[in-house]
């Protein structure tokens, strides 16, 4: 395997970083995950817009032509791992970089780490066509889960729960809200409506649920954007949920208690169907 690491192409047995480093000691850095398919980075201007958003925020010294320069550094590594042909995630990070530990921000002199790597995606083809289990978490993350950082013990407990418990994705839920998932955005129906919690701090703004907006709006599907209330989830016609790397699952069972029909719904499929031609004809159309 072939790993980008700050500036160089290298076998990951070289890819070494101090143990100095601010991304291990505060997880103090900003992440993506990206989409390929056949070598081209799925919504790359809105991944990198986010991770621009991200690194403004923690005030780490990488600028918007930095980000934009690791589109092509993607395209490379997935092609040095022989993954053009088919599907593969990417994972970038930017961490502020190595230094003394010391709670406050190192000199500018210290650079901050890049890091790419590339795996092969195999799409759980079962899972997208009937749907997946998901559990209850409470919410337990900061308060600007809008920045992707790599600071995700919220979300790993959230998914091990869900692990645990043989079920695909832990959904969060907080002073009587859902949020999201632990590494997904989440929708649900009531009565021919779409609800999903809306662009605030305390979700993360997913680029396809970006996209699944778009389809939304193109179906003319009714749309709440506004948050769901815990209490009221299981009692949902649908629920789904969605990104880089689950594009659109239904859920069909939560807390072991069927939703809906305990079938994936007609809204999420027709969702489901128009994402994935979207996803696999942007690939053929180079976007
Ligand atoms: C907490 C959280 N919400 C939502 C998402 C979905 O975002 P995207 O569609 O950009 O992959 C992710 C993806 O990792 C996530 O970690």
């Not at 208690?257 to 999420?268: A, C, N, Q, V, Y």
Request: hydrophobic fraction near 45%.
């Amino acid at each position: 395997m072939i790993l980008y690491l700050n500036g160089q192409y290298v076998p990951r047995e070289q890819a070494l970083i101090p143990v100095e480093d601010r991304g291990f000691i505060f997880g103090d850095g900003i992440y993506e995950g990206v989409r390929s398919v056949g070598g081209k980075m799925f919504e790359w201007a809105a991944h990198a817009a986010r991770m621009d958003n991200g690194l403004k925020g923690l005030r780490i010294n990488f600028n918007r032509a930095q980000i934009d320069a690791l589109e092509a550094v993607c395209e490379r590594v997935v092609k040095e791992n022989e993954l053009v042909d088919g599907e593969a995630f990417l994972y970038l990070e930017v961490s502020r970089g190595a230094a003394p530990r010391a709670h406050n921000f190192p000199p500018a002199s210290v650079q901050p780490t890049v890091f790419v790597s590339a795996s092969k995606l195999v799409v759980p083809r079962k899972m997208r066509d009937e749907g997946c289990s998901a559990v209850t978490f409470p919410d337990m993350r900061w308060k600007r889960r809008d920045w992707k950082t790599v600071n995700l013990l919220g979300n790993v407990l959230a998914r091990q729960a869900a692990y645990e418990a043989g079920a695909y994705e832990a959904i969060l839920h907080e002073d009587g809200i859902v949020t999201e998932g632990a590494a997904t955005n989440c929708f649900a129906v009531f009565d021919g409506v779409l609800r999903t919690h809306p662009l605030t701090q305390r979700i993360l703004p997913g680029i396809t649920r970006i996209v699944v907006m778009e389809l939304i709006a193109e179906f003319k599907m009714p749309l709440l954007e506004e948050p769901i209330p815990f209490a009221q989830l299981a009692q949902a016609d649908e629920i789904f949920v969605c990104g880089s790397t689950t594009d659109i699952t239904p859920v069909v069972t939560l807390d072991g208690t069927k939703i809906g029909s305990g079938k994936p719904g007609p809204m999420t499929v027709k969702l489901r169907d128009a994402f994935e031609a979207r996803l696999y004809q942007a690939a053929g159309a180079g976007r």
